[in-house]
């Protein structure tokens, strides 16, 4: 090629090369940007562009110009794609409002160009592109045969991480991954390295995801934002970048470094009853009281040192800690124990868990119980009534006393799910060869649901009511029956499969006996942790009254959004005046936008092996087209329309037969499981509410994905594998 193209009007016609950003109300923002990563020396396909002005004259005139261009260019065959003069700016991109045509020969560059303007037009006629894009430019460019194409994202458009780049890829051409036709690879390089999150085509290795995204990220940082960069890989290799635009909507930049050495995770204890970003008073009060009495009780009883902090806090969210999992200063302690408390040592071990089991339960039932309950009826009576100054002491107790229970449900609630991974490890060995599936089957279709009790939560931070006024959906006797007979059917196969070998089946009998025998008093163990809930509440709110009485607050509700020092201080008389209410909500707001890893700081490698095997080890099969995976938690599988659902306003919107997608679900959400076809959560485990209630109404649910509320937006339709752990496009 050498020279311009042959134009009466010079402006109507440009090459790509010779265009920039001050061209952009002429070529459009597609063509500048092009032409300013040529100027970049970026691998661009050659071409030019026709100006607004050019596709605005009479079809002979453009005729003659798109053989100029036709016979500079070469036999073809093009690429012909809009650029609007709106269109890929930093405020809003328009990607694949308009129409793109490939594969076009010289003769039918004219047609090619009238449709793509014709598309245009319509589109501002139905309203999908701006009026303001009234004047639109044509580019004309070789088009590249890929053996491979797709999109670099040079930020996490899930978490907003700005050091992530996130490579999808097909085979072929790139239209079916940006229409939506396929899903696609998709690898995540960050640190040098690429990981792939699914790959249902192989469409490139980890080396050319690699190489994509060095020069993704060499766009990004000479323009200073993060970019979405469209790409081909040809069949001798070579990358080629055929649009890079700035990435809209992107979560703001936040980083998830953790303020203290270990690991904290969201995904155990009181992690699986927090769906966002906690208030100062639940934070520095309840929660740190409860952590502390919990760790109090669990050395008591095992000798298990938890080293401080008990948790962290980062951009508002709460970690809890595992680092009493790998704390050598346990040992002593647990060794004493050994010796003198044998039995109750024995819970924290999966292969001896059975022997504990009695001595939890009976202390739960006889003396903790009864004991918790008196206690919450006593400040019941109290807490309109008591002076303010005495409520403090009150709420004091009650956390303890709530920290305490916990201990209880770490302990029992823990034993019996350790209990049932006795029996998942047994079904995978030696039954899942021959019978396939896993043991969900049978630890199903025992109780019926019962509508939430008044002290139910739909999150453990008290800033929020308790459970709503609603009625739980009632399985039908036919469905009960359903489940009943499965999970006998299931019962028959493995006794059947362990015939061969009586000493085996003995020993599945009575550890399927133990497992389920424990399932239905998980839930109620769990159902009244939450009892003083509602009477904690009501001090705090009283505690806020007075302060709004004196002229410290504007509102009784401000009161959660000081720490528990400032508020007490209020209460003596100092001045609340130096808190920002208005700043602490309005940041809170601003946090829960935000999407935090599952994990934060460090974990000891030996510990790092064990959790990611953990998922394995109950049943979860990772597929290469999944859009979000997790812990297969009950089994099944549904497929319906997703509903994400974040708390308690959003309930009546989950519409029967929808995929419920939430944070978490607790006890106040039991209402919602009658509706859902099947239940994904980004906090849990196989021993957590959603696990539980989804199998005794006989639907899949997956738990613990992490960000499954931020990968399925309400609308896609999907389908839930409760077996293995998947969710994956309908």
Request: glycine fraction near 8%; aromatic fraction near 6%; charge should be neutral.
């Amino acid at each position: 090629m050498s020279g311009a193209p042959r134009t009466d009007s010079p402006a109507t016609l440009r090459w790509l090369r010779d265009v920039r950003m001050a061209d952009r109300s002429e070529v459009g923002g597609k063509a500048a940007s092009l032409g300013e990563l040529l100027a970049m020396g970026v691998h661009v396909p050659e071409g030019a562009v026709l100006s607004a002005g050019g596709a605005a004259l009479p079809a002979d005139e453009r005729r003659s110009l798109l053989r100029s261009v036709a016979d500079q260019l070469g036999i073809g065959p093009f690429a012909v794609r809009s650029s609007g003069v709106t269109e890929d700016g930093a405020e809003r991109s328009f990607a694949g409002i308009y129409e793109s045509v490939l594969d076009v020969a010289p003769d039918d560059l004219e047609a090619a160009v009238d449709r793509i303007l014709a598309s245009a037009r319509a589109a501002r006629v139905a309203g999908y592109a701006p009026s303001t894009d009234a004047r639109m430019a044509v580019i004309i460019q070789r088009m590249v045969r890929p053996a491979a194409a797709g999109v670099a994202l040079t930020a996490d458009p899930i978490n907003g991480d700005r050091g992530t780049c996130v490579v999808t890829a097909v085979r072929g051409v790139g239209e079916r991954l940006v229409s939506g036709a396929a899903l696609g690879d998709e690898l995540v390089v960050r640190d040098g390295r690429a990981v792939a999150r699914r790959r249902p085509e192989s469409a490139i290795d980890r080396s050319q995801a690699l190489a994509v995204a060095r020069e993704a990220r060499r766009i990004a940082d000479a323009r200073g934002a993060p970019q979405d960069v469209e790409w081909a890989i040809d069949e001798r290799g070579t990358v080629w970048i055929v649009q890079a635009r700035p990435m809209t909507a992107l979560p703001p930049e936040a980083s998830w470094e953790s303020p203290a050495k270990g690991a904290y995770t969201r995904q155990l204890r009181f992690g699986e009853w927090i769906s966002e970003p906690v208030t100062p008073l639940f934070e520095s009060w309840l929660l740190s009281d409860m952590e502390e009495r919990l760790h109090q009780r669990l050395r008591d009883w095992t000798g298990q040192r938890a080293p401080l902090p008990h948790h962290v806090v980062v951009n508002g969210w709460y970690f809890y800690s595992i680092n009493w999992l790998t704390n050598p200063a346990s040992l002593p302690g647990m060794l004493w124990h050994l010796v003198r408390m044998p039995r109750r040592l024995a819970g924290m071990f999966p292969p001896t868990v059975r022997h504990s089991i009695p001595i939890f339960e009976r202390e739960w039932r006889e003396e903790l119980l009864p004991r918790y309950r008196s206690a919450v009826a006593t400040a019941e009576g109290r807490v309109e009534t008591v002076a303010v100054d005495e409520l403090p002491a009150m709420i004091d107790e009650l956390a303890a006393l709530a920290g305490e229970y916990f201990a209880s449900v770490a302990t029992f609630a823990g034993a019996a799910y350790k209990m049932e991974m006795n029996l998942a490890l047994f079904y995978r060995r030696h039954l899942a060869p021959s019978l396939g599936g896993s043991h969900l089957s049978l630890v199903s279709g025992f109780e019926a649901p019962t509508a939430p009790a008044a002290h139910a939560v739909t999150s453990l931070d008290w800033w929020h009511a308790t459970a709503p006024a609603s009625e739980v959906g009632q399985r039908s006797g036919a469905d009960h029956d359903r489940l009943v007979a499965a999970r006998q059917a299931a019962e028959e196969a493995a006794f059947a499969a362990l015939a061969s070998s009586p000493r085996r089946l003995r020993a599945f009998r009575r550890l399927l006996a133990e497992t389920q025998r424990l399932v239905p008093i998980r839930e109620e163990h769990v159902a009244a942790f939450t009892l003083p809930w509602p009477v904690m509440r009501r001090a705090v709110l009283r505690i806020g009254e007075a302060l709004v009485a004196c002229g410290a607050l504007a509102d009784p509700d401000d009161v959660f959004f000081l720490t528990r020092s400032e508020a007490l201080a209020a209460l003596d008389g100092a001045s609340s005046g130096m808190v920002d209410v208005a700043a602490r909500r309005a940041t809170r707001e601003e946090q829960s936008r935000l999407v935090p890893p599952s994990l934060v700081g460090r974990l000891h490698p030996m510990l790092r092996r064990l959790w990611d095997a953990f998922p394995g080890m109950v049943g979860a099969v990772r597929s290469e087209h999944a859009l979000a995976s997790g812990v297969p938690a009950s089994p099944g599988r549904a497929t319906g329309a997703v509903r994400v659902i974040r708390g308690a306003p959003d309930f009546d919107q989950l519409q029967p037969g929808e995929i419920l997608v939430a944070p978490i679900t607790a006890p106040a959400w039991t209402p919602l499981f009658a509706r859902a076809a099947a239940v994904v959560t980004d906090v849990g485990s196989a021993a957590a509410h959603a696990s539980i209630i989804a199998r005794e109404y006989g639907i899949p649910a997956v738990v613990g994905c992490g960000d499954a509320t931020a990968r399925l937006r309400t609308g896609m339709r999907v389908t839930v594998d409760g077996s293995t752990g998947n969710v994956e496009p309908a």
